[in-house]
């Protein structure tokens, strides 16, 4: 069984910096597209960047030149680099990957626990 916990938020003033982790335990597995996901108090849950295993990516435009999204496949670990940090970031950060079941070889959605990154003001 994958399980994914991310780490790496906390409080942090407007400006600042963080870097969250998302490690994937398990073994025997390969990770397809790997994404962050941020869910703010009475909003829905939005994509913030994802990256393919090749290492392409992509961006909300809020966050485009502010965060950086990576992953380093033989650790089946992903990043996200926040700088420049704004009270509107506020939110539950959420690790997600895409995994190919061995068997019928289709691909299923992996969540972590999420982690609480909060920027004041």
């Known amino acids: 069984q994958v399980q994914l916990v991310e780490s790496g938020g906390g409080l942090v003033p407007a400006g600042g910096s963080l870097r969250l982790s998302c490690a994937a335990s398990?073994?025997?597995?390969?990770?397809?597209?790997m994404g962050w996901y941020r869910q703010a108090p009475g909003e829905w849950r939005e994509l913030v960047a994802r990256?393919?295993?090749?290492?392409?990516?992509n961006y909300a435009d809020s966050v485009k030149g502010r965060f950086t999204i990576s992953r380093d496949n033989a650790k089946n670990t992903m990043y996200l680099q926040m700088n420049s940090l704004k009270p509107e970031d506020t939110a539950v950060y959420y690790c997600n990957a895409k995994i190919p079941d061995k068997v019928d070889l289709r691909e299923y959605n992996y969540w972590g626990q999420g982690t609480q990154v909060t920027v004041s003001s």
């Open positions: 398990g073994s025997g597995f390969s990770i397809n597209n």
């Open positions: 990256i393919t295993r090749g290492g392409s990516t």
